[in-house]
């Protein structure tokens, strides 16, 4: 069957009317263009030709923030934070002229992690450690499923070789596959031979559609044990991701779902229940849009995990900690913390009927 005569997926049809749906307030939002990090491109063009600039940057190794630079059709997709780095390694940012130094400054995207982004490097294994658990609690669960990582696993840092190539790739693949989740959930005699790791998502969609679910990991170093607190705290979709999570669901037909793990209990929602509730008004009390600082004052989607279901019954925290010293190729130095231990005891009859597991594969 060809791509043009494949029978329309349901659920892929669903979420792309939840998507169109999506209240007014919110919709402009969600619009690619309107999260567009911009500096004065002509500006920057015209000083990069300068002859004393384009001496100096010949003059070193080209590269693929080199290319990218100098391209008319790219210059607009390169992350602030890479340019800046760029600047300082060629020894050019002084020569910049303000206005465009204050447009780089004032856009820098903090997507991409600064070196010595001690905060960035701790959250970013508490995500792999939750993970690692979730993971382990579904293929421990009585319900025959096996979750397999599918989400990036490269671990570089902004300064380390090779950093501003991957991230490079990343954009690409969210432009032309869209956001792949953390997991993928497969029944046991579904599960693929095949291994996905340090594959493109465009090499493996076909297997990738084999699956049941799609679970978006997320951390957070809040604590919560009791029923009244979950009132309080948040399932927290990122605006600039939405649409990423509808195209990627588009292309492979697959339901998505958002897992916060926190110190002492795992929630979940459906994809496809937060587009509804992001149908209504805000004044509701379902969800809410601010900009925190934390957040790098991004637009983010509040909605309280009451909305979604505990999916657990069990949790222990990591047994441990361990330490270890990275020297970036500028002679920095960060420290990195991996969790150990700890486990997840999922709710066998809450995560069925999430995911629907009763529905037979064919």
Same mark, same amino acid.
């Given at each position: 069957m060809t791509a043009s005569t494949a029978k329309p997926n349901?659920?892929?049809?669903?979420?792309?009317?939840?998507?169109?749906? &999506?209240?007014?307030?919110v919709k402009a939002l969600l619009d690619p263009k309107n999260q567009k990090r911009s500096f004065p491109k002509k500006a920057l063009r015209n000083f990069l030709r300068k002859r004393k600039i384009a001496i100096l940057l010949k003059s070193r190794p080209p590269d693929e923030i080199t290319s990218l630079v100098n391209s008319v059709e790219k210059l607009d997709v390169v992350p602030t934070e890479i340019l800046r780095t760029f600047f300082d390694e060629h020894e050019v940012w002084n020569l910049l002229p303000d206005n465009i130094k204050k447009a780089i400054e004032g856009n820098r995207d903090h997507r991409v992690p600064t070196q010595g982004s001690s905060d960035f490097i701790i959250n970013r294994e508490l995500g792999d450690w939750a993970e690692s658990v979730v993971r382990a609690g579904v293929d421990d669960s009585n319900l025959h499923l096996r979750g397999v990582r599918y989400g990036r696993s490269d671990n570089l840092l902004a300064g380390e070789e090779g950093f501003g190539k991957l991230f490079l790739e990343h954009l690409a693949e969210l432009k032309e596959v869209g956001k792949r989740p953390d997991l993928l959930i497969y029944r046991e005699a579904d &599960?693929?031979?095949?291994? +996905?790791?340090?594959?493109?998502?465009?090499?493996?969609?076909?297997?990738?559609?084999?699956?049941?679910?799609? +679970?978006?990991?997320?951390?957070?170093?809040?604590?919560?044990?009791?029923?009244d607190k979950a009132e309080k705290l948040s399932f927290t979709p990122k605006i600039e991701d939405i649409h990423n999570v509808v195209q990627w669901i588009t292309l492979h037909g697959v339901p998505h779902f958002y897992v916060q793990v926190l110190f002492g209990r795992v929630y979940a929602i459906s994809f496809e229940k937060i587009l509804e509730l992001l149908a209504g008004p805000q004044e509701d009390g379902a969800y809410r849009v601010v900009k925190v600082a934390r957040n790098q004052f991004k637009s983010t989607i509040y909605i309280p995990l009451t909305q979604g279901v505990c999916i657990s019954t069990g949790f222990e925290n990591p047994s441990g900690l361990a330490a270890s010293i990275k020297e970036l190729p500028n002679g920095r130095v960060v420290i990195l913390v991996r969790f150990r231990g700890g486990k997840i005891v999922i709710d066998n009859s809450a995560l069925a009927k999430l995911i629907n597991v009763e529905v037979s594969a064919t």
């Open positions: 349901p659920y892929a049809a669903k979420i792309k009317k939840l998507y169109n749906d &999506v209240h007014k307030n &599960v693929p031979n095949e291994s +996905f790791e340090a594959k493109k998502a465009s090499e493996i969609i076909e297997a990738a559609k084999k699956a049941i679910g799609g +679970f978006e990991i997320r951390s957070s170093q809040q604590a919560i044990k009791t029923d």
